[in-house]
C-alpha cells in the first residue's frame, strides 16, 4: 500500500470512527445495558471495510463524503449485528471476534440477539434522517438498496445457504450442486452489502446509471474476492493474526472455495477477480483510490 | 362492537392479511428455509391491530388507506420480528403463540433469530419502497419515525427493562422506583410501536402537526391502556383463549400493572386512559372508527 493511500485510509478510518462515536446513543441512556452492549459491538475496532468503500465511490463519484457520513456508517452498524447474531452459541458459536470477546460472553446471550436487534434498527434510523444536499428520493432509493441487500434473500439467505452448508460434501460430490452452493454463498454472505456499500456511496453522491453499473460490478468482484481471501486466511492464518478463532470453516465441514477447488485455483481466482474490479473503477473515471483498494482487499492477511 | 364496526374491521383485517400474504416472499424462495419460517410467524393469525390503527388514522385524516397498505403493513412485520425474538429459550422461553408453536420450536434457534431479523429488514424494504401519492420526504419521515420507535431505547429498551425487571420486586420494595420502571417499561414495550402505527397512518394521509399531535395522545392512551389489559389478561385468562400461555408474569416474577396497585385501580386506570383517547380521537375531527377501536382495545378478552 502506498503512504499517499494509507494517508487517506487512516483519515477515512478517523472520520468513521468518530461519525459512529458521535451518532450512537450514549451508553448510560436508559436502558444502560443494552446501549452499552450496542457500543462494545461495534466500537470494538474493526477495518471499516463497508463505509471505506462507500466513502471511495462517492469520490469517485465527485462528491464531498463528509456530509454523507452518517448514512455511510449505518452500514458498520448493520456489519456489525450480522456479526454479533452470527457468532451467538445457536449460530456460529464464536466467543472471539475482532481479538476480543464476543458480545453474547460479555453481556449473555439475550442481550446480544437485543444488542444485535438495536444496532440494524439504529442503522435503518441513520439511513432515513435527513441529509443536507442529498434529496429524499434518492436517499429513499439508498435506504431500501441498502435494506434489499442484507434481506432474506440477501445476506442473511447467505448465512443460511452457510449454515446448512455444513457437511453438504458428505452429503453429496456432485461438483456441480457444491459450486452453485458456495457461489450463493459467497454472493449473499458478504457480497451482497459490500456491493450496497459502494452503491449506497455512489447513490448519495448522485451518480448515473452507468457509473452506477460500474460500481455494483465492482462491488461484486472486490466482494467474491473478499470471501476467497477470507477463506484462504482462516486455513492459513492463526488466531493471533485474525483477531478471530482460525480453522474453525475445516472443523466445521464448511465449503469453501479453497476446499473445492485447491488453494493455487483459489488464489488465481482472486487475481482474476482483482483485474475486474480495476477495470471497473477506470471506467468510473476516478480510480485513484478504488483501484489500490481493491489491489489490498486481494493481498489482506487479516 | 356495533357490527358496522365489525364489518369494517373484517374488511380492514382481510386487505391487511392479503397484502401481507402477497408482498411477502415466496416461501420457496432460496433458501428455502428462511422464507418458509418468515411466512410461518407471519401469516399464523394475530389482531393486525397496529396496521388496523394506522389505517384508522390515515381514514381519519382523509385518506384512502388501499395504496398505503404496503408500508402500514410494516408494522406487523416489526411486531411479529419481536414476538419471535422474545419468545427465544434466552429471553422468555415460550412455546405457544397465536395458538401455534412458536418459531424457534418448529424451525430450530437458529433459523427463528435469522428470520426475526429478516423480518424486520423485510419490514424496512416495504417501508421505503416508493408509494404513489406520497411524497419522498414525507414517507422518509414515516420509515424514520417507526425505526426510532423500536430502537434500544424504544421498543427494544422495552423489553430489555421488562427482563431487568424480573424480580425486581424481591430486590427493591421502593414504590417509586418500581411505579417508574413498570411505566418506562409499558410506554416503551408496547406503547411505542402502537404510538408510532398512529403517526404512520397520519403522515402517510399527509395529516398536518395538530392532528399528528392528536394521533400521538390517542396513541399514548391506547398503548398503555392495551399493556394494562394484558397484564391483567396474563392473570386472569387461559392459554385457550389467550393463544399464548397464561399465568407467565406471576411465575416469572414480572413486574405488572395489577401485581403493583391492584385489579381494580388497574381496570379504572383503563377505562380512563379510554376516555382520553376518545378526546382526542374526537380532536381529530373524524372519530367513527378510532372512538370504538379505543373502547374495544379497553374491553378485549384476548
Given at each position: 500500500?502506498s503512504s ?26 436508559r ?6 452492549a ?6 470494538g ?13 462517492a469520490?469517485a ?7 454523507l ?12 449485528y ?18 476480543r470477546?464476543t ?10 440477539i ?13 439511513l432515513?434522517e435527513?441529509?443536507?444536499g442529498v ?20 445476506m ?30 459467497h ?5 451482497r ?6 452503491e ?6 448522485g ?11 465492482y ?6 474476492a ?6 484462504l ?17 475445516v ?14 485455483a483459489?488464489?488465481?481466482r ?13 471506467m468510473?473515471?476516478?480510480p ?10 486481494g493481498?489482506?492477511?487479516?
Amino acid at each position: 500500500m502506498s503512504s499517499d493511500l494509507k494517508t487517506q485510509l487512516e483519515l477515512w478510518r478517523s472520520q468513521i470512527e468518530q461519525t459512529i462515536e458521535r451518532e450512537m446513543p450514549p451508553a448510560d441512556r436508559r436502558p444502560a445495558v443494552i446501549h452499552e452492549a450496542m457500543r462494545y459491538a461495534v466500537l470494538g475496532g474493526g477495518k471499516r471495510l463497508r463505509p471505506i468503500l462507500a466513502i471511495a465511490a462517492a469520490d469517485a463519484c465527485g462528491a464531498d463524503p463528509t456530509p454523507l457520513l452518517r448514512p455511510i456508517c449505518a452500514l458498520e452498524l448493520i456489519h456489525t449485528y450480522s456479526l454479533v447474531h452470527d457468532d451467538l452459541p445457536a449460530l456460529d458459536d464464536d466467543d472471539l471476534r475482532r481479538g476480543r470477546k464476543t458480545t453474547h460472553v460479555v453481556f449473555g446471550e439475550a442481550m446480544a440477539i437485543l444488542a444485535g436487534d438495536a444496532l440494524l434498527t439504529e442503522a435503518f434510523c441513520w439511513l432515513t434522517e435527513p441529509v443536507a444536499g442529498v434529496d429524499p428520493a434518492g436517499q429513499l432509493l439508498a435506504a431500501r438498496l441498502v435494506a434489499r441487500a442484507v434481506d432474506a434473500s440477501g445476506m442473511i439467505g447467505g448465512q443460511v445457504a452457510d449454515l446448512e452448508a455444513e457437511s453438504l460434501e458428505t452429503r453429496t460430490q456432485d461438483r456441480a450442486v457444491l459450486m452453485d452452493e458456495l457461489a450463493f454463498i459467497h454472493r449473499n454472505k458478504t457480497g451482497r452489502l459490500l456491493t450496497a456499500s459502494l452503491e449506497l456511496g455512489g447513490v448519495l453522491a448522485g451518480a448515473d446509471d452507468a457509473r452506477l453499473g460500474h460500481l455494483r460490478a465492482y462491488g461484486e468482484a472486490i466482494g467474491l474476492a473478499f470471501q476467497i481471501v477470507d477463506d484462504l486466511l482462516d486455513l492459513e492464518g492463526s488466531a493471533e493474526t485474525l483477531g478471530k478463532t482460525a480453522g474453525k470453516d475445516v472443523a466445521q465441514g464448511k465449503l469453501t472455495w479453497p476446499s473445492l477447488l485447491g488453494i493455487e485455483a483459489a488464489r488465481t481466482r482472486v487475481e482474476e477477480l482483482v483485474k475486474a474490479a480495476e477495470n471497473s473503477a477506470v471506467m468510473i473515471g476516478r480510480p485513484e483510490y478504488l483501484v489500490p483498494l481493491a489491489r489490498y482487499i486481494g493481498a489482506r492477511r487479516s
